[in-house]
């Protein structure tokens, strides 16, 4: 099966623009979550999709926003960056059936400028 | 805020030697996970042990958790230098879904 997979992996923005990443799950996972890294704040859980519904949210503001589509792929939108939106971000994907373990992909490293 | 605290934050060992790195929790937990990352890459899955388990193992991977004292122990044996990486508990808690909620990380290095 082929891993997760997030594009673009890197991206470079300047404040006040908006930005969409974008995550494919394994083949028949239905959950994808994501999360963000910062050095200062280590990783924080953004949200989690499951058939195309929010399932669960983090404690970020309104905006950060994401979306699950038919086939499982989500995308993450954030607008008016900020610098410290600077990180990496990670999608994880899941069967979303229970509470097992989650398969993360490479990650979009995020600068704002 | 995160839930897991991990010690040390830093360890360096020499190959062969074994590394053990530690998590503590304050909640009610379903499962706790590790998860290993090079270089601010993605996360590798390495052991998921839930919270009626006492001990899993997974090749040259132990993990230990005691629910009574809120923590959990990743052991390597025999490191070698590809073992170099971040590692991470990550804490799936009662009641939370499927949310992650993450340690602070041990830097691991295996030095040749």
């Known amino acids: 099966k082929a891993g997760v997979t997030q594009t673009p992996r890197y991206l470079i923005k300047t404040r006040g623009q908006q930005v969409t990443l974008s995550c494919s799950p394994i083949s028949g996972h239905r959950s994808v979550s994501w999360y963000q890294q910062t050095p200062g704040q280590g990783l924080q859980f953004l949200f989690e999709y499951f058939s195309e519904t929010q399932r669960n949210k983090g404690n970020f503001p309104g905006r950060f926003s994401g979306r699950q589509f038919s086939n499982s792929r989500s995308e993450m939108n954030v607008s008016t960056l900020e610098l410290g939106d600077s990180a990496l971000y990670l999608c994880?994907?899941?069967?979303?059936?229970?509470?097992?373990?989650?398969?993360f992909g490479p990650g979009t490293r995020l600068t704002v400028l | 805020s995160q839930q897991g605290e991990e010690d040390p934050q830093a360890l360096s060992i020499q190959e062969g030697e074994n590394a053990t790195m530690n998590c503590s929790y304050k909640t009610s937990i379903n499962n706790l996970q590790w998860y290993r990352q090079n270089s601010g890459r993605g996360l590798v899955h390495l052991i998921l042990?839930?919270?009626?388990?006492r001990e899993k193992h997974s090749g040259r991977l132990r993990v230990t958790l005691d629910t009574s004292k809120k923590s959990s122990s990743l052991l390597i044996t025999a490191s070698r230098a590809a073992d170099t990486a971040s590692y991470f508990c990550a804490l799936i808690l009662t009641g939370g879904g499927n949310k992650l909620t993450f340690g602070t990380g041990t830097q691991l290095k295996v030095e040749l």
């Open positions: 994880a994907s899941s069967s979303g059936q229970g509470l097992d373990e989650q398969f």
């Open positions: 042990i839930r919270s009626n388990e």
